[in-house]
Structure formats: structure tokens, C-alpha cells
């Protein structure tokens, strides 16, 4: 008999997908029958591109697992350039989703192009961090494990959550132009706190897994993988719509 490990099921299908589907699916379903009250949003200015963003997110999450997961699988995908393009993709979609809802609440009534160029340009800085600096690390250690690469792209990502709370929050908090009220601020430090949970929560689980070898950070990782995937768009959308009757921020 095969013994149990929190490897084995970490990348079975209940855990890899199956699970990560069931409460986006039942957050879409509530969405149906209970549109958002832009006069409950935290910033009503930006209700609607926050709830456009949480709607599309949500879809997006459903679709990753599926993608990374079963369609990658195929014998039409397995081992071609898409098995490493598709999960990149993802991980920047992933991504963009936080900077997205922090610079649409940040500079409400913005025009929608300049929030999502912004966003993008913002997105890229981890990923070309943490790629630059796993290239130096191979070209010294060559046989440096694989997963070094997300573990620097983690600690990439938890670093701007921490530099967007301490530092970029309260600088922008203090301009006239910006939509920063003290709600907003709340908002935005609960948009970050969350993501840095999760990169945070990953990073330590994969640290257990390639430094110290133990099992344990695949059952870890498994609550940062539901944070992400299946929670992250309730949150944003209760958080930021969810928070009284009515709201005085711009």
C-alpha cells in the first residue's frame, strides 16, 4: 500500500482543482441575484470598475486550474512552449488583479487605459525581478533547485505588498488628487495585507519543502492556493462594497 503523503495530494485533482473552483462558483452565483450598491462602496467612484474587476477575476480564477491543470496535460500541450507561457500568464493575471483594484480605488474616475497601463507596468517589475536574479543564481549554482524561482518571485511580490502599504500608501494618501480617504486607506491596506497573506504563506511552505525537506509545506501550501484562487474576489468585492449604507469618500 502506497503511504500517504501531502505531496501526492496536494497535486491531485481534488486539491489542484476541484477545490479551488466551488466558492468562486457560488460568489458568481450570488453576484447574479445581488448586484453590488455602488452607495456601499468604499469609494463610489470606483464601484464600478471594482466590480467589474472582481466579476472578471473571478472567471479568471475558475479558468486557471483548468488550464494549468488538465488542458496542460493534453497530448497536444504536454512538453510544447505553452506548458511554460500559459502558467505565466496566469501568475501575471494574478497579479495584475491587485494592482488593477489598488490604482482604480487610488485614483478613482482615472481613465480606465492609464489604470490598467499603470497596473501592467507595475505587474512586471517581480517577474523580471525574480527572473533576473534566478538567472544569477543558476549561473552560480547550477543545480540549485527549480522551485527557487517562485520562492524568489514570492518574496519578490510579499516585498511590494509590504513597500505599497509602508511607503506608496501614504505618499499617495497625501495628495489632493488622489481618491485616499481614510476608508480608501483601510480598503487598500486590506487589499495589500491580503495579497502579502498569501505570497507569505507560499513562501514559507516552499522554504519547509526545498530547505528543510519536509512534507508538511505541501499541506501548507494548500491555504495560500484557496486564499488566492477561491477567496481573493469575495474579499475585494465584501470588503470594498460590504462596509455600511452609505460612504462619504469620493
Known sequence: ?????????YYSDLQSLYALLVVPL????????????????????AAPL?????????????????ATGPLLRTDALRGTIASQLVPFAFVYLGDLRVLIVAFGVAFAGA??????GRAAVATAIVPVFAGTLHALVRAVFPDADPQWLWMIYEAGFLALCIYAVRVW?????GRAETAIGPEAQ???????????????????????????????????????????????APFIYARFFLRGSTNGSR
Open 186 to 232: 483601510a480598503f487598500l491596506g486590506a487589499l495589500f495585507g491580503f495579497s502579502a497573506a498569501y505570497y507569505a504563506l507560499w513562501l514559507s511552505a516552499d522554504l519547509l519543502i526545498v530547505v528543510a525537506g519536509l512534507d508538511l509545506g505541501w499541506a501548507i501550501r494548500m491555504v495560500p492556493n484557496q486564499l488566492y484562487y477561491a477567496f481573493w
Open 50 to 66: 471594482v466590480a467589474g474587476a472582481t466579476l472578471l477575476f473571478a472567471l479568471e480564477t475558475m479558468l486557471d486550474p483548468i
Open 26 to 45: 457560488a460568489f458568481l452565483a450570488w453576484r447574479l441575484v445581488a448586484p453590488p450598491d455602488p452607495a456601499r462602496a468604499v469609494v463610489p467612484r
Open 1 to 9: 500500500m502506497t503511504p500517504f503523503t501531502w505531496h501526492d495530494a
Open 169 to 173: 500608501l501614504p505618499r499617495e494618501a
Open 111 to 116: 481613465p480606465l487605459g492609464w489604470i490598467l
